[in-house]
C-alpha cells in the first residue's frame, strides 16, 4: 500500500512538472503589419517636420517685411516701367522662402484667417504661421538659399515692425554694410546697362533706399515715397466725399416736402 502510495505521488510530481515546462511554440514573433509600418514613418516624419521647422533660420516675420516694402515702395515703380525683373535678383517673388505659404492666407474677418492648403480656420495670424510651420513645412524649398529676411538691412525693414532698433544709436560699421549690400542689390537687378528703363530704376533704388544708409543723417528712407498713395488713396477721397455731397443734397431736395405733409405749417392768427 506504502509502495503504490509513493509510486502515485512520483507519477503525479512528473506531471506537474510537464505541465510547468516552457513548451516550444511554433508561432512567430507577430510581425509589424504594413499598416504599423506606415504608421510609424508617419509619426516619425511629423517629428522630423516639427524639428525641421525651427531648423529654417530665416526670419517669417522680417521676411514679411521685407515683402511688404519691396510692394509699396519700389513694385508701383518697376510697374510704370513695365520692367521685368529678373528671377536671380533677390529681390524677385520666387526668391521669398514663404511666398507661396503667404500667398495662402486668407484673411476671411477680422478674428479669422484660414489655411489655403487644408482650409482650417485660425483665431490670428500668428497661429496660421505655425500651423503653416508644423504642418506644411514640407512645402517650403529649403535646399536653396531663399531668405527675404537677409536683406532686410538693406531695406530699412525696421521702419515697418515695431523694432526697438530703430532708437538704437547709428552704427557706421552696420550702415556701411547695409549701403554695400543695398547697391549691389541695384546693380544685379537694374544694371544700367539693361536699357533705359532699369538705368532710371537702378538711379531710383539708389535714392528710394540706399542714400539713408549713413549716420551723417540728412537722407530718409522711402524719399521718393509710396507711388500707390497718388493712384488709389487720393481718388478715394474724392469718392467718398462725392457720396457725402450726393446725400446732403438729396436731404435737402427730398426731407423739406416730406416734414411740411407730416408737419402742415400753421394758419398765422388774424
Known amino acids: 500500500m506504502g509502495r503504490s502510495a509513493s509510486c502515485l505521488s512520483l507519477l503525479l510530481s512528473l506531471w506537474v512538472c510537464l505541465q510547468l515546462r516552457p513548451i516550444s511554440s511554433s508561432i512567430s514573433p507577430p510581425r509589424r503589419t504594413d499598416q504599423g509600418i506606415q504608421e510609424s514613418k508617419n509619426l516619425r516624419n511629423i517629428n522630423q517636420d516639427q524639428d525641421g521647422a525651427h531648423e ?85 524649398n529649403v535646399s536653396q538659399n531663399k531668405c527675404l529676411a537677409d536683406i532686410c538691412g538693406a531695406l530699412h525693414c525696421d521702419l515697418v515692425m515695431d523694432s526697438k532698433l530703430q532708437k538704437t544709436k547709428c552704427n557706421p560699421a552696420a550702415a556701411a554694410k547695409n549701403h554695400h549690400l543695398c547697391e549691389s542689390l541695384a546693380d544685379s537687378c537694374f544694371p544700367v ?48 466725399d462725392s457720396n457725402v455731397a450726393a446725400t446732403f443734397l438729396l436731404l435737402c431736395i427730398f426731407v423739406p416736402k416730406g416734414i411740411e405733409k407730416r408737419c402742415p405749417k400753421s394758419s398765422p392768427n388774424l
Open 193 to 240: 546697362s539693361g536699357g533705359p528703363s532699369a538705368s532710371r530704376l537702378h538711379e531710383f533704388f539708389l535714392r528710394q533706399f540706399c542714400d539713408a544708409h549713413t549716420c551723417t543723417g540728412g537722407h530718409k528712407p522711402f524719399s521718393r515715397g509710396r507711388k500707390e498713395a497718388d493712384q488709389y488713396i487720393l481718388p478715394l477721397y474724392f469718392h467718398i
Open 56 to 140: 529654417v533660420h530665416c526670419s517669417r516675420e522680417r521676411s514679411k517685411a521685407a515683402w511688404q516694402i519691396i510692394e509699396e515702395y519700389l513694385m508701383p515703380y518697376v510697374e510704370k516701367e513695365h520692367y521685368k525683373i529678373s528671377s536671380s535678383c533677390r529681390l524677385h517673388r520666387e526668391n521669398d522662402l514663404y511666398r507661396d505659404q503667404e500667398e495662402h492666407k486668407i484673411h476671411v474677418d477680422i478674428n479669422e484667417w484660414r489655411c489655403g492648403y487644408c482650409k482650417k480656420t485660425f483665431y490670428a495670424e500668428k497661429y496660421l504661421d505655425k500651423h503653416f510651420d508644423n504642418r506644411h513645412y514640407n512645402l517650403l
